[in-house]
């Protein structure tokens, strides 16, 4: 099991390695082997989810799994079967003709090989670890135990079953039966899983005509997202349309999914199980299978109702916030395995998943740079119409704070630790650079959707334009005609101009000196704006304002200013003082004394200190500047130092 | 129409010509009141800065080439066309009066959220009004075409909720404005150049494509949190949302090279019939909530940039809080919307010191490391690009595939060829306002 590995996205809680989770999954799966066989046959269904369903012959005549597995089991298994040249019996015995006997070979390398080797590894004594991972299967089924091969039966006769329906609508309608019935053995979860794996064909078929899709499913909204496609409907029906060629092109096509994501979530934890290229999330009220085919970018969740693992689920919650729990032990190195029987289950589950790795990986190696490619942008998946939740699988730690929602747990783990986190990320190729990015972490706020934060959007008329006259407001600019007649005697500045690079004073830069320009310049300005001068105000801003004051009560205000340290404290506004003190001031006053002549003074003398430590733009309160601020390094032709002490007034 | 497109495709990477040159109808908003609303001692928005920025603009003279108009206030039930009815009840009478008399509730003041950030200060629905008023009337203006560009820098609150206030906004003027737009407008593109994201619009609009929203902001660690890249709208606004996430201390020449790209591609496939840009300023370097090292160049190189498709276009204040530099910008920015180059040495003017002690319109940038790597930032790009390759090319094919109930049967693409001409100002005309 190489390559393991830490997630390295900096995320403590998702930093833990695969095989903890397997324990926790052993664990609680000892604590139920009802559970474990589920589980089990959840895992052997995923050889058969991304092949093309059901399997056909070349002849276009469908095969019946079950009756094949039972007919070469009847043999003495694939090997002997193979040994002995019995394909053309098997053939005849499952209904086809003897020709058909290398075909159905392949079928049963395809489809129930790896069930075979499931089988095995669970049989086989220890010491011969060897056979558990050898690809040409199982030798025999001597001692498969009859319960479990019961409930593969009834996953293969579902299977059957399900080629039979509608094929538009087979899987939806199973999936909304399952839905519906309160499932509670194990069979059922067989079928359950079936079905949906069903789906995820119809998935990829709809893939492969090269649009991307994937499903989110949620039982009790009852709504039905298509993502990606541009379609987002609350509905109480579901509608999933999908063409019935679409399925034929599943099952004709070749294998090609590169990178499985199945992933069972419950709404109250949820546990992540990678599973090489493949998630399992197992989770406590919902169980949503969600899967993203690499090559085909889909994925689908689908949720159920299940109450049965809630503790365990519980339990793996807990794992999931600390990875490190003592409680939750260690997973042995492989090297270690021997010295455990068979009957741990951790190490069934193990090998069992190994298996399938070992198959996937031989198949779709090739693939995956395909998908590296391709897979640009993730869809986003939105959860249900709570409105104020967007899930993405990884994120749902941090999106806990919904009340609406149950606290998400998450775990993930990567088998093959190259392909860390398809759900967050591009593509692998980007996830070693991207997932440390700062700009593509994890979002940490999420739009909210629902009719208290969307505006309301007016229906675009093609009709005449009217409008209040009175929301354009009132022109002050141009003037109106019998003023502008006026303006055409000055002289005045273009458009644009600066100030005078020299001037005439005795002390350019001067208060005085300013102050003069400025008057000359005001001047100007006011007999070109005429009423427009007024109606902005421009007579009381700046130092003007000053003049509506008298000496006493600008020394006042600017005495309590002063005195007043500057802190972040609102407590320490000297604003309760100034209202004190200048009762017949209205605070429009105070403010516009305050911005028009403190603060320019105060900039002005600051200005003409060079000092460094001012910044120029404390304007009030202490919240210090970021940086420090330009301009005071150099020193402005307009600062001399005779002129620092000279007194603004 | 097929003419100014292949300009731009030259002004993408030159420097704008041909119908750049050219002189627009520019109509610019004040409230003579505005700087006198105070936030409160040590709060960083100030009003203040709008009147600085009048005064320098009149100062410049840039007032004879644009129609200056005092905003109407919007009333309680314009601002409900966004807000919802108990918020704008609660924000219409609410007063740092009641709040000391306690007539009002402080569960109501913490479901506003009208705390800490959004002060309730003296005279705060006057002010919303104001901004409100000036962004409504700023797409009147565009909607009766009385103008080509429309500057309203008391607006670009872009933070506010339809439910709440937030980040020292609490009207969203911009949500309000481009709802007046899409009266008459079958699409409208926003843009958002604030070194903050613009959440409240990105989420008014979130779920239609009849608004794309495309915003350039510092992400990571910072207020509002929103604006991952991924987030790219939902339900029929799938894909007309976009995000650029940055970092610390992007350059003109980075941002250029990101804005510029996204925002060709934006206008070649999403044709929007009218422009909204929130100018924000404090993207600006040595902004002293933000992040990023723009100067006024670059920053206004956003504005010319979009200047020159020659759409309809509103151009709205923002952030900003390190006022001197912001009254600096946008008076550059005023210039620039009505095709003037400004002198570096400021004229006098009422808030001369403010200026100091250099009294120029354009700062030095400050040395301060650029923490977006090309590496990223094209990475940005590309993401962004490809999303936007994503969209239906509009208007060949029908906008939106399943009409919603809001939604408006599109029209076949004659509106674009047949536009009105550019609106080119009459040379007398414009004379005549001289």
């Known amino acids: 099991m190489a390559g393991w590995s830490k997630r390295v996205d900096g995320s403590g809680l998702e930093s833990y390695r695969e095989p903890e989770i397997v324990t926790i999954l052993d664990k609680q799966l000892l604590v139920s082997n009802e559970d474990f066989k589920t589980k089990l046959l959840t895992v052997v269904n995923g050889f058969l989810r991304f092949r093309p369903f059901p399997p056909m012959l070349g002849d276009g005549k469908t095969v019946d799994l079950w009756k094949l597995y039972l007919v070469v089991r009847e043999k003495g298994g694939y090997d002997r079967v193979c040994s002995s040249g019995y394909w053309g019996v098997v053939a005849k015995e499952c209904g086809f003709d003897s020709t058909s006997g290398l075909a159905l070979k392949l079928v049963y390398v395809k489809y129930l090989a790896a069930l075979d080797r499931a089988m095995l590894s669970l049989e086989q004594p220890d010491n011969n670890e060897k056979s558990e991972v050898r690809k040409s299967g199982a030798s025999g089924f001597s001692g498969v135990r009859m319960d479990l091969e019961l409930d593969l039966k009834e996953v293969l006769m579902k299977i059957s079953d399900e080629k039979k329906k509608d094929k538009v609508y087979a899987n939806i309608d199973l999936s909304n039966g399952v839905e519906v019935q309160d499932f509670v053995g194990l069979v059922r979860c067989s079928e359950n899983f079936v079905g949906k794996q069903s789906l995820d064909h119809n998935d990829c078929d709809v893939k492969g005509m090269d649009e991307r899709m994937s499903v989110v499913y949620d039982e009790e909204d009852s709504k039905f997202v298509k993502r990606n496609g541009d379609i987002q409907r609350d509905t109480d029906d579901i509608r999933l349309t999908k063409s019935s060629e679409d399925e034929e092109d599943g099952i004709t096509r070749k294998r090609k999914y590169s990178d499985e994501r199945m992933s069972v979530d419950y709404d109250d934890e949820q546990l992540n199980f990678v599973n090489r290229n493949g998630v399992v999330q197992c989770g406590g009220d919902d169980i949503g299978l969600k899967k993203s085919s690499g090559d085909e970018e889909d994925g689908s969740t689908r949720k159920r109702k299940r109450e049965s693992y809630l503790g365990m689920l519980k339990w793996v919650a807990q794992l999931a916030k600390d990875p490190c729990d003592p409680a939750i032990g260690h997973l042995l190195e492989r090297s270690k395995w021997k010295s455990y029987g068979n009957d741990v289950v951790w190490k069934k589950v193990l090998l069992l998943r190994k298996e399938m790795v070992l198959e996937r990986n031989v198949d779709t190696s090739t693939q995956y740079s395909i998908w590296q490619h391709k897979q640009k942008m993730h869809p986003s998946m939105y959860d249900d119409n709570s409105g104020s939740e967007r899930l993405r699988c990884s994120q749902r730690v941090l999106s806990a704070k919904d009340s609406s929602k149950k606290t998400r747990l998450l775990s993930t783990t990567s088998l093959s630790g190259s392909h860390i986190s398809e759900t967050l990320i591009d593509g692998p190729t980007d996830s070693s650079v991207e997932l440390g990015v700062w700009w593509n972490r994890r979002r940490k706020k999420l739009v909210s959707i629902g009719s208290e934060f969307q505006a309301e959007i007016p229906e675009w008329k093609n009709d005449i334009y009217e409008s209040d006259s009175k929301r354009l407001g009132t022109r002050i600019w141009p003037l109106d005609k019998n003023e502008q007649n006026r303006m055409l005697l000055i002289e005045r500045d273009p458009a644009g101009k600066g100030r005078q690079d020299t001037c005439g004073c005795e002390y350019p830069g001067s208060f005085d000196c300013i102050r003069f320009h400025l008057f000359e310049k005001t001047r100007k300005v006011k007999y070109e704006l005429g009423s427009a001068f007024y109606h902005w105000k421009f007579d009381c801003i700046g130092e003007k304002v000053a003049l509506s004051w008298t000496e006493e009560d600008q020394q006042k205000f600017h005495d309590i200013v002063k005195s007043s340290p500057l802190s972040e404290d609102e407590s320490f506004s000297y604003w309760p003082e100034l209202f004190k003190v200048f009762p017949h001031k209205s605070r429009e006053s105070l403010v516009s004394y305050y911005f028009n002549v403190f603060l320019l003074r105060r900039r002005g003398q600051q200005n003409r200190m060079n000092a460094i430590d001012i910044d120029s733009d404390d304007d009030d309160s202490g919240c210090g500047p970021r940086f420090i601020c330009f301009g005071r390094d150099k020193f402005s032709i307009l600062c001399s130092p005779k002129k620092a002490h000279l007194d603004p007034k | ?434």
Request: with cysteine; glycine share 8%.
């Open chain 2, 1 to 434: 129409m097929d003419s100014s497109i292949s300009t731009v495709e030259g002004g993408a990477s030159l420097p704008s010509t041909g119908t750049d040159a050219t002189k627009r109808r520019v109509s610019y908003f004040y409230d003579p009141y505005i700087g006198d609303y105070y936030y409160g001692l040590g709060h960083p928005m100030k009003p203040h800065r709008i009147r600085i920025t009048q005064n320098l603009v009149c100062h410049y003279n840039l007032h004879r080439r644009m129609e200056i108009t005092r905003p109407f206030p919007a009333s309680a039930d314009d601002i409900r066309w966004f807000h919802s009815p108990d918020y704008v009840d609660f924000l219409s009478s609410v007063s740092p009066e009641t709040l000391y008399y306690q007539t009002h509730d402080d569960h109501d003041l913490k479901r506003f959220n009208l705390r800490e950030d959004c002060p309730v200060f003296d005279g705060l629905f006057g002010f919303c009004q104001a901004s409100a008023g000036g962004s409504i009337g700023a797409a009147v203006k565009l909607n009766r075409q009385d103008a080509d560009i429309a500057i309203n820098w008391a607006g670009g609150l872009h933070h506010a909720k339809r439910t709440g206030a937030s980040g020292f906004c609490y009207v969203n003027d911009i949500v309000l404005g481009i709802l007046e737009l899409l009266k008459v407008h079958k699409r409208v593109l926003y843009i958002d150049i604030d070194v903050h994201h613009g959440d409240g619009v990105e989420e008014a609009f979130y779920t239609t494509d009849r608004i794309m929203t495309v915003s350039f902001h510092k992400f990571g660690d910072f207020f509002p949190g929103t604006g991952h890249i991924k987030d790219i709208g939902a339900g029929s606004g799938k894909y007309y949302a976009l995000n650029a996430p940055l970092n610390d201390g992007i350059d003109d020449e980075s941002f250029r090279r990101l804005f510029r790209p996204i925002i060709q591609k934006v206008m070649e496939v999403y044709q929007p019939e009218a422009v909204v840009l929130q100018c924000g300023a404090d993207s600006l370097s040595g902004d002293r909530l933000g992040l990023f090292n723009l100067s006024v160049k670059g920053h206004a190189d956003c504005l010319r940039f979009l200047r020159s498709f020659n759409v309809p276009l509103m151009v709205l204040g923002g952030g900003g809080y390190t006022i001197r530099n912001v009254a600096r910008c946008w008076a550059y920015e005023t210039a620039v919307a009505v095709g003037v180059e400004l002198e570096n040495k400021l004229p006098y003017n009422d808030y001369y010191e403010y200026f100091g002690p250099d009294y120029t319109l354009h700062v030095e940038p400050i040395p301060m490391e650029n923490k977006n790597l090309p590496r990223d930032l094209e990475k940005i790009r590309n993401m962004l690009l490809e999303q936007l390759s994503r969209l239906p090319h509009a208007p060949s094919v029908p906008f939106q595939m399943a009409p919603s109930i809001t939604e408006v049967p599109e029209e076949r693409e004659e509106d674009m060829d047949q536009r009105p001409k550019p609106r080119i100002w009459i040379k007398e005309e414009y004379e005549s306002y001289c």
